[in-house]
T-cell receptor
Framework: EAGVAQSPRYKIIEKRQSVAFWCNPISGHATLYWYQQILGQGPKLLIQFQNNGVVDDSQLPKDRFSAERLKGVDSTLKIQPAKLEDSAVYLCASLPPGSRGPTGELFFGEGSRLTVL | SQQGEEDPQALSIQEGENATMNCSYK?????LQWYRQNSGRGLVHLILIRSNEREKHSGRLRVTLDTSKKSSSLLITASRAADTASYFC??????????FGAGTTVTVRA
């Protein structure tokens, strides 16, 4: 079974530029999460999708961050314009189907490391 | 927001020794999970313990949960160099998402 795919693995941009990250979850996983992990900290949830609908985006800085999952499969996270404090690893995770109720094991991708100069 | 807080922040042990790390949280949970993250990689699920369970084992891992104290511990026995990683606890508060702590960095010396 293929894992969660993310790209690019690394990205370096200047502040005020834009960047996009892509995630393809494990086939059949309806729930998809984007987490931000700043160096030395734990992952912080940005947004949660159930199929192509947003379940929770309360911690997404909507003035600069956007995310979509148009066909309920792969997802894109965009930052525009980027700030220095956006330097972090952006992790995508998915949850197997049938996970209503207590959240089960999440499957994570390798992450996309963003450096904003 | 981050719920779990791991203690200690960092731990250095000799190969073959046991490593213990703790996690405390603030509000009631459905389950608590532990994940491992090797440097520059994604997180890998280790073990899940439900709120009605007190102890769980998986290979060299032992997890305990004390809901009265809102705390959990992860014990890695007979540590190996390959156990060098950051370990995170994650809590499910009945909202279909996990909140992660800041993690414990474990270094196993050969």
């Amino acid at each position: 079974e293929a894992g969660v795919a993310q790209s690019p693995r690394y990205k370096i941009i200047e502040k005020r530029q834009s960047v996009a990250f892509w995630c393809n979850p494990i086939s059949g996983h309806a729930t998809l999460y984007w987490y931000q992990q700043i160096l030395g900290q734990g992952p912080k949830l940005l947004i949660q999708f159930q199929n192509n609908g947003v379940v929770d985006d309360s911690q997404l800085p909507k003035d600069r961050f956007s995310a979509e999952r148009l066909k309920g499969v792969d997802s894109t996270l965009k930052i525009q314009p980027a700030k220095l404090e956006d330097s972090a690893v952006y992790l995508c995770a998915s949850l197997p189907p049938g996970s209503r109720g207590p959240t089960g094991e999440l499957f994570f991708g390798e992450g996309s490391r963003l450096t904003v100069l | 927001s981050q719920q779990g807080e791991e203690d200690p922040q960092a731990l250095s042990i000799q190969e073959g020794e046991n490593a213990t790390m703790n996690c405390s949280y603030k509000t009631s949970i459905n389950n608590l999970q532990w994940y491992r993250q090797n440097s520059g990689r994604g997180l890998v699920h280790l073990i899940l313990i439900r709120s009605n369970e007190r102890e769980k084992h998986s290979g060299r891992l032992r997890v305990t949960l004390d809901t009265s104290k809102k705390s959990s511990s992860l014990l890695i026995t007979a540590s190996r160099a390959a156990d060098t990683a950051s370990y995170f606890c994650a809590t499910d508060h009945n909202d279909y998402k996990l909140s992660f702590g800041a993690g414990t960095t474990v270094t196993v010396r050969a």
